[in-house]
């Protein structure tokens, strides 16, 4: 999760999508082929990885869309 300014960026929908199918995220990194450092920056919306890997996990998440996939949602944590 990145934080620019006391805002928080996650994926939300991949999150969601990998937990609503019980996958873990060193799960989903090893069906990608990539780290499981590689895919928490994806799902933390800190990198933005490879047409080909958005792809494949539009199919591993049976995902309607990858723009659906990455989405980011931005919540404000700034404390007054």
């Known amino acids: 999760v990145s934080l620019e300014r006391g805002r928080w ?3 939300t929908n991949l999150l ?3 937990k609503s199918l019980g996958y873990t995220q060193q799960e989903i990194s090893e069906n ?3 780290t499981k450092r590689q895919y928490q920056r994806l799902e933390a919306g800190t ?3 490879s047409f080909k890997v958005w ?6 998440l049976h995902a ?17």
């Open 47 to 49: 990198s933005d990885g």
């Open 32 to 34: 990608l082929g990539i």
């Open 55 to 60: 792809q494949q996990l539009k199919q591993i």
């Open 64 to 80: 309607k869309s990858i723009d659906y996939l990455l989405e980011q949602v931005v919540e404000n944590h700034l404390t007054k």
């Open 16 to 18: 969601n999508a990998r």
């Open 9 to 11: 960026y996650m994926r």
